[in-house]
């Protein structure tokens, strides 16, 4: 099961200090304490409605001046979502509302959950199942139409299907007066393009499908901490990520390494982390409305979130730059046919 909600209203604050206090002293337990408060949160988000059509009808990108985080609209559709959001985390419960009120209270207001995020233990409980390997295109479009018209949603998409599977359902949406999806998440960083960057426009321009990545930092692989080694406490020195191990380990891995070295020049060339150029690289695209997040600790999230800074600095000359170091520029129809 994997769900994401978004909670869309600009205006939304987060609880002030004394509050927080007063909460904390009145709950008996701070994980239901924490549920109930984001549940809140998305029911109001999804009560007000919240599409910003008064303030942002005409603009592709918005921008909250208290906090910097630039808002997107998701595909084509009404609903506005911060280009940063939250998603894995391997963290303990307590950790994790940690890094969630971060998250909120730095603008974001897009989490993403599902079973594999911290090992299993989701902290933000799921609102549907959706899988399909156990349902048919027809049944997955119904369903979630379903939803939707019961008032539990305003819009679904997709997580790692193809474009062919992704036209699939919104012809069937169409045939049956169904509603489709408005996006597909997909993984997308420095070593991982094609997708992302030849497949999905056309989707995007054909029926409005928009972006909604993940993993920028490619499993951690990205932060520079696999340089030497493999560190005891990364994740790639658990069993579970044996296969993140071997990736690491293998060719391949050792000249992602060497490529890695190279962009952390251009980083420290903009003031900023290799992470935060990975992730502002993302956000480059405008096909993208927004960048899951995937944090251990509030340090580490603080330095993602970070990343919006860096957007601006994101030039031609040094997208360029980068596509050089990375030497993986995808072709797209347009190339093979001149």
């Known amino acids: 099961m994997q769900v994401s909600f978004a909670c869309t209203d600009h205006g939304l604050k987060a609880p002030r200090n004394g509050e927080h206090s007063k909460q904390n002293a009145t709950s008996p337990n701070t994980t239901s304490q924490a549920r109930a408060r984001f549940r809140t949160v998305a029911l109001i988000a999804r009560s007000l409605g919240s599409f910003t059509h008064r303030y942002h009808h005409n603009l592709k990108e918005s921008t909250a001046k208290l906090t910097g985080m630039k808002y997107r609209n998701l595909g084509k559709s009404g609903l506005r979502v911060s280009c940063l959001g939250l998603g894995e985390y391997l963290s303990l419960i307590s950790v994790a509302e940690q890094l969630m009120t971060i998250a909120y209270e730095s603008g974001v207001n897009l989490f993403d959950t599902a079973e594999v995020y911290s090992g299993g233990k989701e902290f933000l409980n799921g609102l549907f199942p959706c899988s399909r390997r156990s349902m048919c295109f027809h049944e997955i479009v119904r369903?979630?139409?379903?939803?939707?018209?019961?008032?539990?949603?305003?819009?679904?998409?997709?997580?790692?299907?193809?474009?062919?599977?992704?036209?699939?359902?919104?012809?069937?949406?169409?045939?049956?007066?169904?509603?489709?999806?408005?996006?597909?998440?997909?993984?997308?960083?420095?070593?991982?393009?094609?997708?992302?960057?030849?497949?999905?426009?056309?989707?995007?321009h054909k029926i409005g499908v928009g972006v909604v990545s993940w993993s920028p930092l490619a499993c951690g692989i990205i932060t520079g901490k696999y340089e030497n080694g493999i560190p005891e406490t990364s994740r790639a020195?658990?069993?579970?990520?044996?296969?993140?191990?071997?990736?690491?380990?293998?060719?391949?891995?050792?000249k992602q390494q060497a490529k890695l070295k190279d962009l952390a020049h251009i980083a420290e060339k903009l003031g900023c982390t290799l992470p935060q150029l990975a992730i502002a690289w993302c956000l480059r695209n405008e096909g993208v409305s927004s960048v899951l997040l995937g944090s251990s600790n509030p340090t580490q999230l603080t330095e993602n979130l970070g990343a919006i800074q860096v957007i601006a600095k994101m030039t031609a000359g040094i997208a360029s730059e980068?596509?050089?170091?990375?030497?993986?520029?995808?072709h797209s129809k347009k190339d093979y046919q001149h």
């Open 143 to 204: 369903a979630m139409t379903h939803v939707i018209n019961q008032g539990m949603s305003m819009y679904w998409g997709t997580s790692r299907w193809s474009a062919m599977e992704i036209m699939e359902a919104y012809s069937v949406a169409r045939q049956f007066n169904l509603i489709p999806p408005v996006c597909e998440q997909a993984e997308y960083h420095f070593f991982q393009r094609d997708k992302v960057e030849t497949q999905l426009p056309e989707l995007y």
């Open 322 to 330: 980068v596509d050089h170091i990375l030497g993986n520029h995808p």
């Open 237 to 254: 020195s658990m069993k579970p990520y044996q296969w993140l191990r071997d990736k690491i380990l293998s060719e391949d891995g050792r």
